[in-house]
């Protein structure tokens, strides 16, 4: 599906994408990718539907049968727990007359039923039954082909136990997009995950545009003045950029020692770890939507959703490493982990909601991004200028 490029976009996209030479200072995406709605709608269909955006995590379907409705870019989607364990993602929409068949998270008995007709569709979305369709007693017609009406499959990745979908169809495979981040992470590639249980989940409603959001993650420039606290024992001169330039983006800690709870107990560390994560941490921004700090000791995933121009529903999910901690004797502890990053997070309001007032002041330009502090923001801003340029030339190419 393409849609057309805003007018007077397309001028300031080529400064944002050009990697920066010594003594440059780029500018950043500007004030109308924060506010101007037909640019934010542009930006669902390039930014999100044609790449890897994440939707959701695979424990929300935990058991065969579990179904987990989400939306991305619009189009309402369903997750589903399927007979070999595997998760899959399908269009939220009855082949029928379109009724949304999944409205709330539930566990179905081995078929997802059409609450308007009946309908019913097995795991793997094939059209298994249509109850009266010829008439009382007559379930089937001739000419009707069931097989013809299975429901539509969403391509889909589940990538430590974040669920990524690409709408288009046309993103190259997840792991050869995502070839050079997997590989930094490979220790933690098949790392026992468990979930927190409701200790381990934090949400945030802010008013500001998602992107906001994505680039003060990425970013440790802001630590000394919006976490003092976080600042005290992990300092910013312990922090170090990660840029792959275009590609991935984020921020490292070499400093990475929590003191959670004053008897000093500690979650159990992930096995196998080389000596890195000893004290170290790494958060990267996996573009566009999903952010994720990995440590020696849990995995925290945000899932990051535009709702408009001006405001995002974050989702943070906490992952450690054994089934121990998260029993009961590592409940405290879960606690005030989940405090503390509850802590950071809501420290960062203002700045987010502070920057998307910024971006309706004529006085701003896109800024400024200066050569020590800023190239992981500016990284991430050259994909989403480089997603916006190449659907535009993909569209004129379809065109032809
Ligand atoms: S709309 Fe679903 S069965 Fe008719
Ligand atoms: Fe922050």
Redesign the pocket.
């Known amino acids: 599906m393409f849609s057309e490029m805003p007018q007077g976009l397309a001028g300031s996209l080529d400064a944002v994408t050009e990697k920066p030479g010594p003594g440059d200072l780029p500018r950043g995406l500007p004030n109308q990718c924060y506010t101007d709605h037909t640019y934010h709608a542009y930006e669902q269909e390039t930014v999100f539907a044609e790449s890897w955006a994440c939707i959701g995590f695979a424990k929300d379907v935990p058991e065969t049968g579990d179904v987990f409705p989400v939306e991305l870019a619009g189009r309402p989607l369903f997750m589903v727990r399927g007979r070999k364990g595997e998760v899959r993602v399908f269009h939220n929409a ?1 082949r ?4 949304t068949l999944v409205d709330e998270p539930k566990r179905c008995k081995g078929v997802v039923t ?1 609450p ?4 019913a569709y097995g795991l793997d979305g094939s059209l298994r039954s249509t109850p009266m369709i010829g008439g009382p007693d007559k379930h089937e017609i001739p000419d009707f082909d069931k097989k013809q009406f299975g429901l539509r499959e969403v391509r889909s990745f589940v990538w430590l136990d974040f669920v990524f979908v690409n709408l288009s169809g046309n993103a190259a495979p997840f792991e050869e997009e995502n070839a050079i981040l997997l590989e930094r992470w490979k220790e933690f590639e098949n790392a026992p995950l468990f979930h927190g249980g409701d200790n381990s989940t934090v949400h945030f409603d802010l008013a500001c545009n998602w992107k906001l959001a994505i680039e003060n993650f990425c970013e440790a420039y802001h630590l000394p003045w919006v976490h003092p606290g976080l600042n005290s024992y992990s300092p910013i001169e312990m922090h170090y950029n990660i840029v792959e330039w275009a590609k991935f983006s984020g921020q490292g800690t070499r400093n990475y020692s929590p003191r959670l709870t004053e008897d000093g107990a500690r979650f159990p560390r992930l096995s196998g770890l080389s000596e890195k994560w000893d004290t170290g941490a790494e958060y990267i921004a996996v573009h566009p939507n999903l952010m994720i700090g990995v440590h020696k000791d849990h995995i925290m995933g945000v899932l990051v959703t535009p709702d408009g121009t001006a405001r995002t529903l974050e989702r943070m999910e906490l992952y450690y490493f054994s089934e121990e901690a998260r029993g009961e004797g590592y409940s405290e502890l879960r606690k005030a982990a989940q405090k503390g990053w509850q802590e950071v997070f809501a420290e960062d309001r203002f700045a987010v909601e502070g920057m998307q007032k910024g971006r309706h002041s004529p006085g701003f330009d896109g800024g400024v991004f200066t050569p020590v502090q800023d190239p992981p923001t500016h990284s991430f801003h050259a994909w989403v200028a480089g997603r916006l340029k190449r659907s535009q030339t993909d569209a004129r190419i379809a065109a032809e």
């Open positions: 009855c029928h007359r379109g009724f059409c308007y007709h009946a309908w």
